[in-house]
């Protein structure tokens, strides 16, 4: 009796193991079958067969997210690396990310053919992307839509007039937070801190300029937390559902689009009442028209505030860590660029009080040195384009 139940144990747990083996290697296969087989064999019907890229497909519908997340929670190179690995330094390989099929380029030659080529691509960020960024986000828009919109907000965040405005603001809180982290008993983790920092430059220069003065000032502590629950939605499956990212981050951007027409609605009833000599961002937007006279709808100031202050807290932390680690690896350079600091703090007037626009426009050394972090460096963690009709790259 023994031995026929110690016989029946052991086909039973063969039998799971080749039905374990059996089913995930089947779902392994489904999304090759389908989108590399199928897609071949109507390729060859219709004349326009081109060569795919090696690579995997992963599993059906959730693709290779999981081993994609993974690896970017560490180490986002182990991906490419990896796919290197496996498949050679081809430049190009085949995947499944965020929901669809995908072209991972990675070789700086086949990169810039697919972004400068406008005839056969477009914009093509992942659904949760563009569910997340808004509808008259820069992302989701015609490139006519596209061109009107830069022509309009251009010229309120760039150029020297803009950046006059706002270089006391920079360096209050710059100094501010540098010297919380000399206080600080115990190592940091600098990313995160020039996280809190970019992120405190780009509210005060956007939403807060008047916040202090306010009866409701904008709680910088609950916006910052709204973003972070907002990106991290950005690089998920657009699975909304509850404990899913993707859901945290629609509720968070909810909540972010609410706060900032509030925003708006108290800005208007009290330029009606005053007249402001200190404007952030938002008021900036707020007044710009094109040739017509007509002005930014509120959906396009919300979308486009929410895209700025996302990206561009995070490049700048990303940008600042990574000048700050060349500069370490390279001595001679940091030495050069502190020498430049020094010989303009030495011709400073005495009477000066913090950095001006002049100052800025003599630090030509440091200014190369950041030119130089950003051609070695890719500050965003991917750029997406979808293509128009099939293309060959290099078959």
């Not at 995930?24 to 389908?34: D, I, S, T």
């Not at 010229?155 to 209050?172: D, K, Q, V």
């Not at 002049?358 to 965003?380: A, F, G, H, P």
Request: proline share 4%.
């Amino acid at each position: 009796m023994v031995s026929i139940d110690h016989s029946l144990w052991l086909v039973l747990v063969g039998v799971l193991l080749g039905g374990y083996a059996f089913v995930f290697g089947f779902l392994r296969r489904v999304n090759e079958w389908y989108y590399v087989g199928f897609r071949v064999h109507q390729g060859k019907k219709n004349n326009m067969q081109y060569p795919l890229p090696p690579g995997d497909l992963g599993w059906p519908f959730l693709g290779s997210m999981f081993t994609f997340l993974k690896a970017f929670k560490s180490d986002p190179d182990s991906f490419i690396n990896n796919l290197v690995s496996r498949y050679g330094r081809t430049g190009m390989y085949r995947s499944h990310l965020f929901g669809s099929p995908s072209i991972i380029v990675c070789s700086p030659e086949t990169c810039r053919k697919v972004l400068t080529n406008e005839e056969q691509f477009r914009l093509g960020y992942p659904a949760s992307t563009m569910a997340l960024v808004g509808k008259r986000s820069f992302h989701g828009i015609s490139n006519a839509e596209h061109k009107r919109l830069r022509r309009l907000t251009t010229s309120p965040i760039n150029g020297h007039e803009a950046l006059s405005m706002y270089i006391g603001i920079i360096e209050g809180i710059a100094v501010k937070h540098l010297e919380d982290m000399s206080s600080m008993n115990r190592p940091c983790e600098f990313l995160r801190e020039m996280r809190k920092f970019a992120f405190e430059v780009f509210t005060t220069i956007f939403i807060a300029s008047d916040s202090h003065a306010s009866n409701e000032p904008v709680d910088l502590g609950l916006v910052q937390d709204l973003y972070t629950q907002l990106n991290r939605g950005m690089k998920s499956l657009a699975i909304n559902l509850p404990g899913f990212a993707f859901h945290k981050a629609l509720k968070a951007r909810k909540k972010l689009t609410k706060l900032l027409q509030a925003l708006m609605d108290r800005k208007r009833k009290r330029t009606n009442r005053e007249t402001k000599t200190k404007k952030d961002m938002m008021d900036l937007l707020m007044e710009v028209k094109d040739e017509e006279g007509t002005q930014l709808e509120d959906e396009d100031i919300i979308d486009i505030l929410l895209i700025f202050l996302l990206a561009g807290h995070e490049s700048s932390a990303h940008g600042v860590l990574w000048t700050i680690i060349y500069l370490i690896d390279h001595p001679h350079v940091l030495h050069r660029a502190k020498k430049e600091q020094e010989e303009i703090m030495e011709a400073r007037p005495s009477t000066q009080k913090g950095l001006n626009l002049k100052e800025i426009k003599q630090m030509e050394y440091l200014s190369k040195v950041i030119d130089e972090m950003l051609r070695r460096t890719s500050i965003s963690f991917a750029n997406f384009r979808q293509a128009k009709v099939d293309v060959n790259i290099n078959g």
